[in-house]
């Protein structure tokens, strides 16, 4: 269930399956398309999923029955999107510090957060994320 108090302010549990992280993506950008700059459409709807996909895969290991949390804020021109799963977590600092190549096919999770997200949190066990977006100033779809 999706808790809101308007098209950017967001908070929801979902199963750790990729059929609802796809069904919560497609309803986030229902809603939000009319409101958010179109410039940042991309790159926003890229980390969701990034942060999402990642909770399922690596947090919860794709067990159905694990649940994750998630927090989509816009205050002002900054939109911050909180991603929280019940796994062990994992060594972020480590992985900050790697690189990944273009034609790597997996492992480039921390290039698109460096790429398209503004500031980039995580709390010490490395099952919760952090993500805010600095949003264009032009206008609005």
Same mark, same amino acid.
């Given at each position: 269930? =999706?808790?809101s108090n308007g098209p950017c302010d967001l908070h929801t549990e979902l199963p750790a399956t990729l059929a609802a992280v796809e069904d919560f993506v497609l309803g986030f950008r229902r809603?939000?398309?009319?409101v958010l700059?179109?410039? /940042?459409?991309?790159? =926003?709807e890229l980390l969701l999923r990034e942060l999402l996909c990642n909770a399922?895969?690596? @947090?919860?290991? +794709? /067990?159905? /029955?694990k649940r994750i949390r998630c927090a989509v804020r816009q205050r002002r021109q900054r939109l911050t999107l909180v991603v929280c799963d019940g796994g062990? @977590?994992?060594?972020?600092r480590a992985a900050w510090r790697q690189s990944s190549g273009a034609s790597d096919c997996s492992g480039r999770g921390m290039e698109i957060l460096r790429a398209y997200a503004t500031q980039v949190r995580f709390n +010490?066990? @490395?099952?919760?994320?952090? =993500?805010?977006r600095q949003l264009s100033t032009g206008e609005s779809q």
């Amino acid at each position: 269930m =999706i808790h809101s108090n308007g098209p950017c302010d967001l908070h929801t549990e979902l199963p750790a399956t990729l059929a609802a992280v796809e069904d919560f993506v497609l309803g986030f950008r229902r809603r939000t398309q009319p409101v958010l700059p179109r410039e /940042d459409h991309f790159a =926003i709807e890229l980390l969701l999923r990034e942060l999402l996909c990642n909770a399922v895969v690596h @947090g919860c290991r +794709k /067990d159905p /029955d694990k649940r994750i949390r998630c927090a989509v804020r816009q205050r002002r021109q900054r939109l911050t999107l909180v991603v929280c799963d019940g796994g062990s @977590g994992f060594d972020w600092r480590a992985a900050w510090r790697q690189s990944s190549g273009a034609s790597d096919c997996s492992g480039r999770g921390m290039e698109i957060l460096r790429a398209y997200a503004t500031q980039v949190r995580f709390n +010490k066990t @490395g099952n919760q994320a952090v =993500i805010v977006r600095q949003l264009s100033t032009g206008e609005s779809q």
